[in-house]
């Protein structure tokens, strides 16, 4: 089926750095979602973004909506051992009806 | 609020057996389930779309006769994976579309499954 394309891949950083990760997708989404998925668990939402343009913090997350619909960017602010995990984008067509379609993931990891 | 459940959380059993995968919304209504798969380092696939009181939506490749849904409930939905072979092994996530609040999408904490 179809994916995103999610970048980077994986990452290593020190505690207190900030990260960025992003995702692009060739078609256009009416509903960019960030997860994040610890170990043995399903995703959990971080951020939803709704609109083109739009940029929306949770905490020391941030992300927006790429104004061509087709892109969308999460940035953690100030990292904790905590933000270790998998962090997946998904996009979504057409109405709040429209299935999700998953990146392939960013691996987060944090040293002390 | 907004909690789905998964039962069993895990599950081995021998090749040639049938498994049954619950998810259940335990604080809201849900008319649309969805069951993914994912295999180990990989992304989420949706595998099918569950409506409460219809057939389910299998998405392409998806054999409808060996992953069985029903969605009897507006709060339940299992995913019976018929005559499981060692390829079926995955972590089976479903997620629950709030009757209410139709944008989000919640999901259960996943059910791995080892078919030996």
């Known amino acids: 089926g179809q994916q995103l394309n999610q970048s980077p891949q994986s990452m290593f950083i020190q505690e207190g750095e900030d990260v960025s990760m992003n995702c692009t997708s060739s078609?256009?989404?009416?509903?960019w979602l960030w997860y994040k998925q610890d170990p043995g668990e399903g995703p959990v939402l971080l951020i939803a973004l709704y609109k083109a343009g739009e940029l929306t913090s949770n905490g020391r997350l941030t992300a927006q909506f790429g104004i061509t619909r087709k892109d969308s960017f999460l940035n953690i602010s100030a990292s904790i051992p905590s933000d270790v995990g998998i962090y997946f984008c998904?996009?979504?067509?057409?109405?709040?009806?429209?299935?999700?379609?998953f990146g392939k993931g960013t691996k987060l990891s944090v040293k002390p | 609020g907004a909690v789905v459940s998964q039962h069993p959380s895990w599950v081995i059993c021998k090749s040639g057996t049938s498994v049954k995968i619950e998810c259940r919304s335990l604080?809201?209504?849900?008319?649309?389930m969805f069951w993914y798969r994912q295999f180990p380092k990989q992304s989420l696939m949706l595998m099918a779309t569950?409506?409460?009181?219809?057939?389910?939506?299998?998405e392409q490749g998806v054999e409808k006769d060996k992953f069985l849904i029903n969605h009897a409930s507006l709060t339940l939905s299992t995913l019976t994976v018929t005559s499981a072979h060692p390829e079926d092994s995955s972590f089976y996530i479903c997620?629950?579309?709030?009757?209410?609040?139709?944008?989000?999408?919640?999901f259960g904490p996943g059910t791995r499954l080892t078919v030996l």
């Open positions: 997620s629950a579309r709030d009757r209410d609040y139709w944008n989000e999408q919640f």
């Open positions: 569950s409506n409460e009181g219809s057939k389910a939506t299998y």
């Open positions: 604080d809201f209504q849900a008319t649309t």
């Open positions: 078609s256009i989404f009416n509903t």
């Open positions: 998904a996009g979504q067509h057409g109405g709040s009806q429209g299935n999700l379609i």
